[in-house]
Antibody
Framework: EVQLLESGGGWVQPGQSLRLSCAAS????????LSWVRQAPGKGLEWVST????????YYADSVKGRFTISRDLSKITLHLQMNSLRAEDTALYYC????????????????WGQGTLVTVSS | DIQMTQSPSSLSASVGDRVTISCQAS??????LNWYQQKPGKAPKLLIY???NLETGVPSRFSGSGSGTDFTFSISSLQPEDFATYYC????????????FGPGTRVEIK
């Protein structure tokens, strides 16, 4: 059974940093891309970032580019999201998700999700 | 950037009803579209991928269709466990890579 367990959320002030982690199990970690998707309170889903299975490819939403860094530790089977220069609009529940490929394309969507970790940015 | 819209934003229906949700892309995305279900306090769940393919284990009352810019998601006979919010999501496989979710459609009990 695929399991994704996020941690590292909390309350920070604007401008501060936070590092999220996602512990994965139940699948071949290095064979799948992974993504972070966030959901502000009472709002819809917003894609944040995706990393390839080998970690060589990283992709970011414009809203976080230059501030967030996605990475993965193959030895610890863990995904990370380093979030710097946090803003109030980054307040959200952050989900870690396993990415699936289709016949024709890579990184088509997310087929398994964690339960999320809440990040609150407020003064 | 590709924008996604959904309609309606919410609907009320009864158990046994047929429910249809529309999703529209601002430009041609071929069949690069997925549908998710999200229940309150829970993570999203993949239901349909590539516009019309049912994810393994998902009941056959769920279906999807469409290509290009116009897509439809249907529940043939609404069940009590289907009351949730449904999101479409497009994946942009050309540079720059990105996913875009629709704003969601909330399906409520009438």
């Amino acid at each position: 059974e695929v399991q994704l367990l996020e941690s590292g959320g909390g309350w920070v002030q604007p401008g501060q940093s936070l590092r999220l982690s996602c512990a994965a199990s139940g699948f071949s970690f290095g064979s799948y891309g992974l993504s972070w998707v966030r959901q502000a309170p009472g709002k819809g889903l917003e894609w944040v970032s995706t990393i390839s299975g080998d970690g060589a490819g990283t992709y970011y939403a414009d809203s976080v580019k230059g501030r967030f860094t996605i990475s993965r530790d193959l030895s610890k089977i863990t995904l990370h999201l380093q979030m710097n220069s946090l803003r109030a609009e980054d307040t959200a529940l952050y989900y870690c998700a396993r990415v699936f490929d289709t016949t024709d394309y890579y990184y088509a969507g997310a087929d398994n999700w964690g339960q999320g970790t809440l990040v609150t940015v407020s003064s | 950037d590709i924008q996604m819209t959904q309609s309606p934003s919410s609907l009320s229906a009864s158990v046994g009803d047929r429910v249809t949700i529309s999703c529209q892309a601002s430009q041609d995305i071929s069949n690069s579209l997925n549908w998710y279900q999200q229940k309150p306090g829970k993570a999203p769940k993949l239901l349909i991928y590539d516009a019309s393919n049912l994810e393994t284990g998902v009941p056959s009352r769920f279906s999807g269709s469409g290509s290009g810019t116009d897509f439809t998601f249907s529940i043939s006979s609404l069940q009590p466990e289907d009351f949730a919010t449904y999101y479409c999501q497009q994946y942009d496989h050309v540079s720059p890579f990105k996913w875009t979710f629709g704003p969601g459609t909330r399906v409520e009990i009438k």
